[in-house]
């Protein structure tokens, strides 16, 4: 088992191996007095692991109750989060109990939030099951539902006592799903490590998912503990982001977050080489690795579509937006761009 210890406003253990779940009760209570569990999951991961999940707590001396809402984007709003405060407080849960987030990144994101907001914060584990929540959105306490104006428009920073990552798991995922994760995997190597992209990119990695994970949530946790309320750092884990959250809200949230994250790291790149920051040919390496990986590069919808969203960015101070661009593989500049240049750069974005 490989461990990371992330120090933010919380210090917590990220545990990542195989066969982890079944160990899920035991890693809770070395640090959390039995009390009352509610794993919160959706329908498709309820039927592979809730139950393997409770009862590892109940073996462990926890009394569990379940919450599941269906799977996918589509959920991640104010109504299944309204449900999820009734049902815990329908369960009589107290401050003295936890929540465990079982699932992909929406999972984590929308329980995560229910722990902050519920009773005024009671302490919750996160129990990634996609490769994208195993190396991205488990860690560093983002938490977040969606609203009709963009995504992730209300949450909070608010940390898990425990990660725990059970890459087993992860067998069970559809490619589709699983290229999710490498899309945000991609984005850590050309954030900061040339290594990792190359490996990724290859596609030739599948043999040492614990070492990928391992490299991308190390990453995070030294960006995390350096600026966990993302005021500068931080954003530079949102490299692709500022335009793929935008493709993402126009498709109604239909296109996956990391299919969106995949076109808009593509988009940016291109962005960064015309203006002369970024070495020549970066966009089309970027591109052959997602393409390699079975991950899209371009999108149908208008350069002013997708400036609308952009303006909505929650790294938008006034006149100005931060955009990630990257340099080279394995480095990104924080750039300041005025609002009334947005439409202007998704355009060259776009040609
Ligand atoms: N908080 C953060 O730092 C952060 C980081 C990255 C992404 N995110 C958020 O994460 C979300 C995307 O996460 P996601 O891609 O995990 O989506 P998701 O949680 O919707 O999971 C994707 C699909 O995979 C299914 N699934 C989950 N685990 C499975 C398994 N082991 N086997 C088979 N099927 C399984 C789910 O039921 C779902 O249908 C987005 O909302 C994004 O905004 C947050
Ligand atoms: O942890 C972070 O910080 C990230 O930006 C990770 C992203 O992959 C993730 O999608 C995050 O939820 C985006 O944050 P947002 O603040 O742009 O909503
Ligand atoms: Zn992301």
Redesign the pocket.
């Known amino acids: 088992m490989r461990k990371v210890i992330v120090s933010a406003s919380t210090e917590y253990a990220v545990l990542i191996g195989r066969g982890l779940l079944a160990q899920l009760g035991t890693e809770v209570a070395k640090r959390i007095r039995p009390c009352k569990a509610a794993v919160i999951t959706?329908?498709?991961?309820e039927k592979?692991?809730a139950e393997q999940a409770e009862q590892s707590l109940a073996a462990a001396g926890f009394t569990t109750c379940r919450f599941s809402y269906p799977?996918?984007?589509g959920s991640?709003h104010i109504g299944t989060l309204s449900d999820m405060l009734e049902f815990l407080a329908e369960q009589e849960i107290t401050r003295q109990d936890i929540i465990i987030a079982l699932?992909?990144?929406?999972?984590?994101?929308m329980a995560?939030f229910a722990a902050a907001v519920y009773q005024r914060g009671i302490r919750f584990v996160q129990v990634?099951?996609?490769f994208?929540?195993a190396v991205?959105?488990s860690?560093?306490g983002?938490?977040?539902i969606?609203l009709r104006a963009g995504?992730?428009m209300a949450g909070a920073f608010y940390q898990p006592q425990l990660v725990l990552c059970d890459v087993d798991?992860?067998?069970?995922?559809?490619e589709e799903?699983f290229a999710?994760?490498i899309a945000?995997t991609l984005k850590y190597g050309v954030i900061g490590d040339a290594k990792l992209f190359a490996e990724t990119a290859s596609g030739d990695f599948r043999e040492k998912l614990e070492e990928i994970i391992e490299t991308c949530v190390k990453m995070k946790r030294d960006i995390v503990n350096e600026d966990e309320f993302d005021t500068g750092l931080r954003q530079l884990?949102n490299l692709g982001h500022t335009l793929g959250h935008s493709i993402e809200k126009n498709s109604n949230f239909t296109l996956?977050?990391?299919h969106a994250v995949a076109i808009g790291m593509h988009l940016i790149a291109k962005v960064a080489e015309r203006r002369g920051l970024a070495e020549k040919g970066l966009a089309e390496t970027i591109r052959q690795a997602l393409l390699h990986n079975n991950l899209p590069t371009s999108t149908s919808y208008t350069a002013e579509e997708i400036a609308a969203g952009v303006l909505k960015d929650k790294k938008r101070r006034g006149g100005e937006i931060s955009f990630v661009l990257p340099t080279k593989i394995g480095h990104c500049e924080i750039v300041k761009i005025p609002t009334e240049e947005v439409l202007d750069l998704v355009r060259t974005a776009l040609a």
Not at 42 to 45: C, G
Not at 103 to 109: H, R
């Open positions: 959706d329908t498709t991961v592979l692991y799977a996918g984007e991640k699932g992909g990144g929406v999972a984590g994101d995560g990634p099951t996609t994208l929540a991205d959105s860690v560093g983002k938490t977040a969606d995504k992730n798991t992860l067998d069970t995922l559809p799903i999710d994760g945000e884990l996956s977050h990391g």
